[in-house]
């Protein structure tokens, strides 16, 4: 039912790595330009009470996470993957159980770069930046939704499968999933 699940980026990275996370799924994908209006989103669906509706925030573990009220609400749902290929913790509201957000730490740009790692590829073959500094000019970009080089990096990523990624894509795989437990959550 993808009408009943919306995905919540929080920047034009993040929402590159959502739609290779959805594996081209059709589904809702609301891009927000910070935190704060990712937390918006899931207020603005709670107050229309039209239903159980998915709700999947993907943001970066940053200063400005700690600042955002609604967001603080969350409790863990899955304990941090933590070791050289990436980290990232999966939190759900308490009084709302189709609500979760994803905080990636590091921030998403170095949570890919270092996938890519863990994967074993090498970035300058997909003609990106080796340096990490390099890396994140490219995906602070407006364009880094739609840049073809990172692109053709998260869909190798997406093949090659390291841990957190291939843990995330489950995830993603069982919100989607009407007959996944995630439905049956009170």
């Known amino acids: 039912m993808p009408e009943k699940v919306m995905f919540v980026p ?3 990275v993040d929402t590159a ?6 594996a081209d799924r059709l589904t809702f994908i609301n891009h927000q330009k910070t935190i704060s209006k990712v937390a918006r ?3 603005d669906q709670a107050a229309l009470n039209n239903g159980p509706r998915f709700i999947v925030g993907l943001v970066d573990n940053d200063k400005k996470l700690g600042q955002v009220k609604y967001l603080s609400q969350f409790t863990r749902l899955f304990q941090e ?14 009084a709302a159980a189709s609500h979760f957000v994803i905080i990636l730490n590091p ?7 270092e996938a890519a790692q863990a994967a074993g590829l090498d970035v300058a ?12 000019e490219i995906t602070k970009k407006s364009t880094a939704v739609k840049n073809p080089s990172l692109r053709r990096l998260l869909q190798a990523i997406r093949q090659a499968q390291p841990p957190a990624y291939r843990e995330l ?10 007959n996944s437990r995630l439905w049956r959550l009170p």
């Open 107 to 113: 921030a998403c740009d170095t949570w890919i770069f």
């Open 17 to 22: 790595l959502t739609q290779v996370l959805l």
């Open 169 to 178: 894509a489950g995830f993603v795989a069982e919100v989607m999933d009407e």
């Open 10 to 12: 929080e920047c034009y």
């Open 81 to 94: 993957r933590s070791g050289p290929d990436c980290r990232y913790s999966i939190y759900q509201h308490p």
């Open 125 to 136: 073959s997909f003609g990106l930046p080796t340096a990490l500094t390099g890396f994140l």
């Open 41 to 43: 989103v899931f207020q």
